[in-house]
């Protein structure tokens, strides 16, 4: 079955750094557009950052950009975050997400996200 699980989130200083990993089982990894998410208490969830299935192509948000660098690894199935110079703001729970436009029809699975928090 299709599995997305998201490894890394922790606590950390304002300041200090974080690596969130995602491996992807139970779908061909390599055809899907691979995305970052965060959700924080009481607000929406937001993209944070994702990377094409084709050549590579990242977009971030502007909060996050400069910080955070979304990377891919299609052998490993694995989608990467790296998350420097946190702030308190970027204390969330982190989810990835797969997706793809198959024939039309939208393709997307979710993680059951990891938490980040980043506080003194």
């Known amino acids: 079955q299709v599995q997305l699980v998201e490894s890394g989130g922790g606590l950390v200083q304002p300041g200090g750094s974080l690596s969130l990993s995602c491996a992807a089982s139970g779908f061909t990894f390599s055809n899907y557009r691979m995305s970052w998410y965060r959700q924080a208490p009481g607000k929406e969830r937001e993209l944070v950052a994702d990377?094409?299935?084709?050549?590579?192509?990242?977009n971030y948000a502007d909060s996050v950009k400069g910080r955070f660098t979304i990377s891919r690894d299609n052998a490993k199935s694995t989608v990467y975050l790296q998350m420097n110079s946190l702030k308190p703001e970027d204390t969330a729970v982190y989810y990835c997400?797969?997706?793809?436009?198959?024939?039309?029809?939208?393709?997307?699975?979710w993680g059951q996200g990891t938490q980040v928090t980043v506080s003194s």
């Open positions: 990377i094409t299935s084709t050549d590579g192509s990242t």
């Open positions: 997400r797969a997706f793809r436009i198959y024939r039309t029809k939208p393709e997307g699975y």
